[in-house]
């Protein structure tokens, strides 16, 4: 049977989703990008995410790759996830522990909130800045990308919340 693809395996419900989440901006606000990864727990990447955002601010950019991943993770099936995030406000703001008191973060919060609570069971864990190099580079290269004319921003202007 060579030459047929595998068919995807359906997640049972002890299956856990890894995502990995980073968001940059440079210059802050400024041209900003984002990159995240999706996961099987046995480190298989399901989804990569390189995308310009066009000018943001960094949180923006944070909140902005959590909810990408999240929604392209969606059609998986897992019922579980662990979600990693270098930026400890939107780690902190997503477990609770911080209010979202800014105006613009508020209705990224609130999605990105909505999207893990389709999830059973949600963690959403900080790491640091060197354990996360890989989205870190996505994020760099799609900002590389824009502006270099290579990749058009997928945000409007009224959506960057700059």
């Known amino acids: 049977m060579s030459g047929d693809a595998l068919e995807p395996r359906t997640p049972g419900p002890e299956d856990l989703l890894l995502v990995y989440s980073d968001g940059g901006a440079r210059n802050n606000p400024g041209p900003a990008g984002v990159g995240a990864l999706a996961t099987d727990a046995d480190g298989t990447v399901l989804i990569e995410i390189s995308e310009f955002l066009g000018k943001a601010t960094n949180n923006v950019a944070e909140y902005y790759a959590l909810i990408m991943v999240l929604e392209a993770s969606r059609p998986l099936g897992y019922q579980r ?28 919060a609130a999605r990105a909130r909505a999207l893990l609570d389709e999830y059973r069971d949600v963690e959403v864990q900080y790491i640091p800045r060197e354990k996360n190099t890989e989205c870190d580079a996505l994020a760099n290269k799609a900002i590389d990308e824009g502006l270099l004319g290579l990749k058009d921003p997928v945000l409007t202007q009224e959506e960057s919340l700059f």
């Open 81 to 108: 996830v662990k979600a990693h995030t270098d930026s400890q406000l939107v780690a902190y703001q997503m477990s609770g522990e911080y209010r979202v008191k800014h105006a613009g973060l508020k209705p990224l």
